[in-house]
């Protein structure tokens, strides 16, 4: 079973800054895309943004350009996001996700998920 562990989650202020973790434990980090998403209360999951395991490409939704900045380090076996500028509306569960092939979506598709991490943005 694929596992995937998140971390690095907790309360911050507006336009405070946390940094997630995920990490692939016992295996070797995924060749294909990996993903955060997130859940706020009583909203459906969204993606928030994706990064090849080649090349170098990063993907991000709207609501979190310019803010937020995903990176993968293949040799530690961790993906990360770092997230600036937060607004309460960034609030949620933050989820680590992992396609197991090839697709050609880079926001839909994953096959693999994490426990999620809280994330809260309050004064």
């Known amino acids: 079973q694929v596992q995937l562990v998140e971390s690095g989650g907790g309360l911050v202020q507006p336009g405070g800054s946390l940094r997630l973790s995920c990490a692939a434990p016992?295996?070797?980090?995924?060749?294909?895309?990996m993903g955060w998403f997130r859940q706020a209360p009583g909203k459906e999951r969204e993606f928030v943004a994706s990064?090849?395991?080649?090349?170098?490409?990063?993907y991000y939704a709207d609501s979190v350009k310019g803010r937020f900045t995903i990176s993968r380090d293949n040799a530690k076996n961790t993906l990360y996001l770092q997230m600036n500028s937060l607004k309460p509306s960034d609030t949620g569960v933050y989820y680590c996700?992992?396609?197991?092939?090839?697709?050609?979506?880079?926001?839909?598709?994953?096959?693999?998920w994490g426990q999620g991490t809280q994330v809260t943005v309050s004064p």
């Open positions: 016992g295996r070797t980090f995924s060749i294909n895309m």
């Open positions: 996700a992992e396609q197991s092939t090839y697709r050609a979506s880079y926001s839909a598709g994953y096959d693999y």
């Open positions: 990064a090849s395991a080649v090349g170098g490409r990063t």
